[in-house]
């Protein structure tokens, strides 16, 4: 490198300023802006002077080592507006997202970690970690990145690039579904009182029904509730095979045990409760009632067509067929 004239005592000044300046952010145009001057000349000044030219690379050596330390690109750096009559120092916002003009950490084509100005919509630390608090809670990356106000893309492409976001929002997953997995099991736990809240409030008063209804229904309900007649049934089907017959009854009788033993579970969780007068005093953290409309005007869950004559107006159908419509489409498929 040629030989240069020596530097005056302003040039001096001015290049000590790059220089702190460049070992504050690591970009030699945003230092230059900052200071008020054009890069070119800065640029100029590194072509014929090799000393300032190693004091040059030496500040960006510095500027990244200490930018990756903090945390790599996105991170947030505070750099103090040096520019002439700049005022108080400008800091990158706490939103989720940059306003525009926030000083950033980014990474140049060359791997060098540098400050710049962010445009607007970048995501910020505060947004990475309100997708990470919410992931930690939902183990849902789309519902935590909605949270976030980010496509669930956008932290994807976090963690193939950025190590230690990936590892955070491995910790976090992990921690939502070991929360998930725990409630989970509590609540099916009878001890939990998790869905028991209807039966610490009074019954709502029966519909009106016929005595015909009432017959049908304690009918209908008489194996299930009595005799623990639940899918699939006891009795031996036309045409069945003997083992399939007997496998089936295996499973029932399995399924009744375990009917039995959540019962036992339950007397001895309803045992375990403090005592006290229910009716008079409330229970300390009881739930509220469930909201439940009058039964008798809830309409829509019959598919009996209203329109429809009835064959007995005293029979209740309950949405079920009759043999009479039954023989009238066999003979309409016949035909």
Known sequence: MP????????????????????????????AARLLGVHRSTYMKRRAKCA????RWDAALAAAHARFHEHGGPGSAEACPERSRGAGPARRTSAKLRTEGGELVVGRTRGGRLQLRRAPAGWMTKAGEQTFLSALSVTANVRLSAAAAGFAH???????????PFAREMRLALAMGFQGIEMASLAAAMP????????????PPPIPPMTPNQALQLLCLHEKSVRQSWERPHRRKRRGE??????????????????????????????????????????????????????????????????????????LALFGGWRIGDWKKRKRAREE
């Open 241 to 314: 095979p003997w083992e399939t017959y007997t496998e089936r009854l295996a499973a029932m009788w399995r399924a009744e045990k375990a009917l039995e033993a959540e019962d036992e579970a339950l007397r001895r969780a309803a045992c375990a409760e403090p005592p006290g007068d229910w009716d008079d005093e409330p229970v300390p953290g009881a739930p509220e009632p469930p909201p439940l409309p009058a039964l008798d005007q809830v309409t829509g869950w019959s598919k009996a067509d209203p329109n429809k004559v009835p064959h007995d107006p005293k």
């Open 51 to 54: 000393v300032f030219a190693q």
């Open 153 to 163: 893309s956008a932290f994807y492409a976090k963690r193939r690039t950025r190590k």
């Open 3 to 30: 030989r240069h004239r020596p530097f005056t005592r302003r040039q001096a000044l001015q290049n000590q300023a790059f220089v702190d300046a460049l070992a504050a952010t690591g970009n030699p145009r945003l």
């Open 191 to 202: 001890e939990s009182h998790e869905d028991d809240g209807w039966r610490h409030n009074d």
